[in-house]
């Protein structure tokens, strides 16, 4: 969900397959490493790009920054671009919620 005082939206239908995210694991660390990240960016789902921006001043107070691209181009040909803030410890959250979604991740028997 992407929602600022300017556009809101929502997708509602991704098909995540377990390289994907493996794709996210790589791009936690990217990201960790102060790098860009294209995720997502094979055509079946919408794409996400994510930049680090540089801290940046507000109200006094130095704030780190994420600028981040959602590109839905498969259906409806919307794109929208939000800058972030971005908390202490934020890549280690995703990391953890990463860790959450694999421990609940269907197991394929065959």
């Known amino acids: 969900m992407v929602t600022s005082e300017f556009a809101n939206g929502r997708l ?11 794709d996210w694991a790589t791009a936690l660390d990217r990201l ?4 860009p990240v294209h995720w997502m960016d094979d055509g079946k789902n919408p794409e996400i790009q994510i930049e680090p921006t540089g801290p940046f001043m507000s109200n006094g107070r130095t704030l780190n920054a994420i600028e981040v691209e ?8 919307t794109s929208v671009r939000v800058l972030v803030r971005q908390p202490d410890g934020w890549v280690d959250a995703q990391r953890l919620r990463l860790a959450q979604v694999r421990a609940a991740w269907p197991i394929q028997r065959g």
């Open 12 to 22: 509602t239908e991704v098909c995540l397959l377990p390289e994907d995210l493996d």
């Open 32 to 35: 960790a490493a102060g790098q």
């Open 70 to 77: 959602v590109r839905e181009m498969a259906a409806s040909l």
